[in-house]
Nanobody
Framework: QVQLVESGGGLVQPGGSLRLSCAAS????????VAWYRQAPGQERELVATISSNNSTYYEDSVKGRFTIFRDNTKNVVYLQTNNLKPEDTAVYYC??????????WGQGTQVNVST
């Protein structure tokens, strides 16, 4: 089993920054892809960014140039650095880990609110 715990959310003004963390514990496959998703009220969950175990990354168009995903494999933590936040970035942010055997695990989410 793998457990994921997100942290780092909060209230920030437009233009501000937050660093979200996704800490993994348990039986983590060495080959995996970690993704950040977000879900705004009344909206479907959407993919934000992904990072593979070889550090290949993907970003959804609306966050390119503002968000950066990176990982520290020594700590089993994946980060999402969010800069120049906009009100439309307000959502619950979730991390997901998928491994080579097709298993997937989700965290409980962390709330990000961008508002004046």
């Amino acid at each position: 089993q793998v457990q994921l715990v997100e942290s780092g959310g909060g209230l920030v003004q437009p233009g501000g920054s937050l660093r979200l963390s996704c800490a993994a514990s348990g039986s983590i496959s060495r080959v995996n892809v970690v993704a950040w998703y977000r879900q705004a009220p009344g909206q479907e969950r959407e993919l934000v960014a992904t990072i593979s175990s070889n550090n290949s990354t993907y970003y959804e168009d609306s966050v390119k140039g503002r968000f950066t995903i990176f990982r520290d494999n020594t700590k089993n933590v994946v980060y999402l650095q969010t800069n120049n936040l906009k009100p439309e970035d307000t959502a619950v942010y979730y991390c997901r880990l998928g491994d080579i055997l097709g298993r997937e695990y989700w965290g409980q989410g962390t709330q990000v609110n961008v508002s004046t």
